[in-house]
């Protein structure tokens, strides 16, 4: 017999007891047997329920913690929760640049993400999506000469828009990546003379797009405006098939994940 066929297989690691409660409960979460704001009992209920010790349902409950899907509260009882998209979306972000991906792959995603985002704004955008987006516009008009506070309302700006979409599978979806592009968009605003205004500029053509319910309008200028980030980067000097970490000091890194 030949040592691939003996080294076929690995040893089989069985879950640890905390791990099987953590599942335990996730699955009910999960199924929608439980559902955000149901109570699931305190830790020595839960003892007594999985027959268990308490430092491991201690200890499952801190990684469902961890994980956003339940939170404590008074008398030691725990609730079901929401994880925040903001945390589920940090940890994909890291996961991002861990994984060195380029501002290519970032560039050729937002192209689907936005494109998808502004179509669908212009279909299903209320008189509230475009009032917070009137009033992102004239947030970033007065602040066309700070590029982190531009920066930073260009990242809502664009969250607005895909809230607008009204679908919340696309809002999250866009939401790892869209935290890579504040700091490049940061970059660009400071390197870039012209970046700033163009960025303001087109801004303001979405959202009249969106107004006068202009699909072709407003899949035109958010190509554009997706084209121009792109080209800002190229101007700055770096390459965009290198990893976007190597674009990004540490200081714009941590405002990242602050």
Excluded at 165 to 187: C, D, G, Q
Excluded at 194 to 222: F, K, N, P, T
Aim: charged residues 30%.
């Amino acid at each position: 017999m030949s040592d691939n066929a003996l080294n076929r297989f690995e040893p089989i690691k069985a879950p640890s007891a905390y791990e099987m409660v953590a599942e335990a409960i996730e699955r009910e979460i999960t199924s929608g047997r439980l559902k955000p704001g149901d109570e699931i009992g305190t830790e020595a209920e839960l003892v007594r329920q999985f027959g268990v010790n308490r430092s491991t349902v201690r200890e499952g409950i801190r990684v469902l913690e961890q994980s956003g899907l339940v939170r404590r509260e008074a008398a030691r009882k725990l609730f079901v929760c929401t994880p925040h998209y903001r945390n589920l979306s940090s940890r994909m972000s890291r996961a991002l640049i861990i994984s060195e991906v380029t501002f290519r792959e970032l560039f050729e995603t937002a192209m689907v993400l936005e494109l998808g985002a502004i179509e669908s704004a212009v279909a299903n955008a209320t008189d509230d999506d475009l009032d917070a987006l009137e009033h992102n516009q004239s947030l970033a008009e007065a602040a066309v000469a700070d590029p982190v506070r531009l920066a930073e309302i260009d990242t809502r700006f664009h969250a607005l828009i895909a809230r607008a979409s009204h679908n919340r599978v696309l809002e999250l979806a866009r939401e790892p990546a869209a935290l890579l592009f504040f700091p490049t968009s940061e970059m660009i605003c400071r390197k870039v003379p012209q970046g700033a205004r163009r960025m303001v500029d087109a801004h303001r053509e979405l959202i009249d797009s969106i107004h006068r319910r202009d699909l072709e309008r407003a899949q035109l200028w958010m190509a554009r405006h997706v084209t121009d980030w792109k080209k800002g980067f190229e101007r700055t000097g770096r390459h965009i098939d290198e990893p976007v970490e190597r674009s990004l000091d540490q200081e714009m890194i941590a405002r990242l994940f602050r």
